[in-house]
């Protein structure tokens, strides 16, 4: 029987996170090497065995026997100790730590509305919202995430959840701030209380609305999980609102990091932005290319049920499982030539949503919010490039994408609205 790699043999300082530097700018090559030379590999540091291999992290995310609910696992793990500090793990957990039957029955209470053909209904409202905020930029040169792909996905969700207009900014920053400490292993004290105090003062705002809609649901998310019934069971007010700093915590950063490394990846291959402008209809196939050749979630984790064995290694029940989607996706004994970014790819499959019982419940509105976003950016900027001041890489750990990206219209400026 093989034995686990050991995170005493990777280089350097790389911990294996967006924390580290290395890491944070080109997760790839370190990620192939590991595939290549450890890929079950046992962090000692954070407690951990990372997955790189496709089909090991597709079998893991598959098993619908393993555990995701952090007081499952040994203590001492990184699911255990850290997981189960952050990520709202506390008295009110969101369904994506729960396992069966409270994930089933949490899970079927909030997925209608999210389901495909409820989703594609809110498809021209999307649209209306991609306009309007890029109706709102200013300038020549701008942040593409601050200006276009940061505002998109959290007003798509304020307005799913029925949020006033005016505070949809608040709205993002309590978002933002949650996630510095929802997904981060190692928040300063100060990342905490502010994380913390944006917590509360959004389940206050939640609660409102929520007390304010209770006699007469209104037609947006909000009143569909008042409404929302299995077997006779309704959502108590608390679960909303852990379902909504999920919905928040889980939907806004990785949709803005879509929509950010998908046009980095179409400005730096313009051959394929090309192949897009010419061929709009390319938009479904490139945005499932987006996701697998830079995938906005890096990683997700498991606990298994009983005692494995992974490509020959030992894994005992209880521990922590990291499975690298990021790895996954560029794994060369699936995907031929997985490191070449092509819109046009025929199996674009990919692992960037997870799998098995907790795949992601908001995958189709994040394809869709994608979509409309970049082809409406495209739409208005003929000449988009990059622009000198360059982009700056957010250290979310278990995320990918960037705090900062600046492009300007090029000699062909910038188009008047789509009517
Ligand atoms: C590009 C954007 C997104 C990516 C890459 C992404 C990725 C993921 C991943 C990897 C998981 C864990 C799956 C697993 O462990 O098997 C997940 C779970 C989840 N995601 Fe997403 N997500 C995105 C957007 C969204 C959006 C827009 C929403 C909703 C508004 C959302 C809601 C959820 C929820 C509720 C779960 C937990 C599901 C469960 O535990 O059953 N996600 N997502």
Redesign the pocket.
């Known amino acids: 029987m093989s034995t686990p790699g050991d995170s005493d043999e990777l280089p350097q300082g790389v911990r294996l996170t967006a924390i580290d530097e290395a890491f944070r700018l080109d997760p790839y090559p370190i990620l192939e090497s590991l595939r290549e030379q450890a890929p079950v590999l046992e962090d000692r540091e954070l407690g951990r065995f990372i997955c790189t291999r496709h089909d090991d992290v597709k079998a893991l ?1 598959h098993d619908k026997a393993f555990y ?1 609910d952090p007081r499952k696992a040994n203590p001492g793990t990184f699911s255990r100790e850290i997981i189960g500090r952050t990520l709202g793990a506390g008295d009110n957990p ?3 730590l ?1 396992d069966e039957p409270e ?1 089933r029955r949490l ?1 079927s209470l ?1 997925s209608a509305p ?1 389901k495909p053909h409820a989703i594609e209904r809110w498809r021209t409202h999307i649209r209306g919202i991609v306009e309007a905020t890029l109706d709102r930029i200013e300038g020549d040169e701008f942040d593409l995430i601050g200006q276009f792909a940061g505002p998109v ?1 959290t007003v798509v ?1 304020a307005e799913m959840l029925g949020v006033d207009p005016d505070r949809h900014e608040q709205f993002k920053q309590w978002s933002d701030l949650m996630v510095q400490v929802g997904f981060n292993p190692f928040p300063t004290e100060e990342q905490s209380r502010v994380g913390e105090e944006a917590g509360l003062a959004l389940e206050k705002y939640l609660l409102e609305l929520i007390a304010a809609g209770a006699d007469e649901p209104g037609e947006d998310l909000l009143g569909d999980m008042l409404r929302a019934e299995v077997e006779g069971e309704k959502l108590t007010p608390l679960e909303i609102v852990a ?1 909504c700093r ?2 928040l915590v ?2 806004n950063v ?2 803005t ?2 929509i950010g490394n998908g046009v980095k990846a179409l400005l730096e291959h313009p051959e394929q932005l090309r192949k897009l402008r010419e061929k709009p209809e390319l938009i479904g196939n490139a945005v499932e290319e987006m ?1 697998r050749y830079d ?3 890096t990683n ?3 606990i298994p049920n009983r005692d494995i064995s992974i490509g020959g290694c030992p894994v005992a029940a209880g521990s922590s499982l990291s499975t690298s ?1 990021a790895a996954a996706n560029r794994d060369p004994a699936v995907y031929p030539n997985p490191d070449v970014f092509d819109i046009e790819r025929e199996d674009t499959h990919h692992q ?12 189709h ?2 394809r869709i ?2 979509q409309e976003a970049i082809l409406g950016l495209l739409r208005r900027y003929p000449g988009l490039e990059q622009s000198d001041r360059g982009f700056v890489y957010h250290a979310i750990p278990s995320f990918r994408g960037m705090s900062e990206f600046w492009v300007r219209s090029g000699e062909a400026g910038r188009a008047s609205p789509a009517q």
Request: aromatic share 4%; net charge positive; with cysteine.
């Open positions: 995310l995701t969101s369904m994506l729960m994930h899970r909030v999210f996905p969700i379902q999920l919905l889980a939907g990785t949709t990091d879509l996701l995938s906005p979630v997700s984790g498991r989607l960037s949503f997870g799998g098995g019982r907790h795949l992601c419940l908001g995958a509105l994040a919010e994608a």
